[in-house]
């Protein structure tokens, strides 16, 4: 099992530009979260998907903010345009449904907007 | 608005010694508190989970205590050693829910 993969692992751009952050979640997993984290506010939440459907996206920011979950083996986070403020690590968990199935974090991209 | 509460933000421990990092709520829908641990560069992953039917759980050398009249919990790490320094974060779901509201993190550093 490769785990959950994110891609890219870094990325560096500027302040206006366009940014897409990609998710595999793990095979048969039918929930993906997608979380912030900094040093000042830890990890937030800022959408999950059920079956691809999103359920919750009161977490995103601003409607700068995007995330899509066209199959489910795929997911994005986009951000346009992005600003310095929203330099981060962003990561993606997959879990199954139900009561006791944990979150399984891919290594996270981070973001940084200059 | 931070759901779940917790301290310290950071944590220095001598090899051997008890690492104690706890954490508070206010929701009483949550049904589900799990601990998880991140070393650098990683996501975090799942060390050890509590239901608030138990007040106490132990996995090696691992403890999680939980109060549910103060709602808190905290987790205990028993002979401590430089291989888990690391960030932990406690957590919480609600009943039904998948989702989990994180703390906001103990770097925990033990020196050897």
């Known amino acids: 099992d490769a785990g959950v993969i994110q891609s890219p692992r870094h990325e560096v751009t500027e302040m206006g530009q366009e940014v897409t952050l990609r998710c595999k979640p793990i095979?048969?997993?039918?929930?993906l979260f997608w979380y912030r984290q900094t040093m000042m506010r830890g990890l937030e939440l800022l959408i999950y998907f059920n079956n691809n459907v999103p359920i919750d996206d009161s977490g995103m920011p601003e409607d700068r903010f995007s995330a899509k979950m066209p199959n489910a083996s795929f997911s994005t986070l986009k951000i346009q345009p992005s600003e310095p403020r929203d330099s981060a690590v962003y990561f993606c968990?997959?879990?199954?449904?139900?009561?006791?199935?944990?979150?399984?974090f891919g290594n996270g991209t981070r973001l940084t907007v200059t | 608005q931070q759901q779940v509460k917790q301290s310290p933000q950071s944590l220095i421990v001598q090899k051997g010694g008890i690492s104690i990092i706890n954490c508070a709520y206010e929701n009483t829908a949550f049904d589900y508190f799990p601990w998880y641990q991140q070393f650098p560069g990683k996501g975090p992953a799942l060390l050890i989970a509590i239901r608030p039917d138990v007040s106490e759980k132990k996995e090696g050398r691992f403890t999680i205590s939980f109060n549910k009249s103060a709602k808190q919990f905290s987790l205990h790490i028993m002979d401590s050693q430089p291989g888990d320094s690391a960030t932990y974060f406690c957590?919480?779901?609600?009943?039904?829910?998948?989702?989990?509201?994180f703390g906001t993190g103990t770097r925990l550093t033990v020196i050897p």
């Open positions: 095979s048969g997993h039918n929930s």
């Open positions: 968990a997959s879990s199954l449904t139900g009561d006791n199935s944990p979150l399984h």
């Open positions: 957590a919480a779901r609600k009943t039904g829910a998948n989702n989990l509201f």
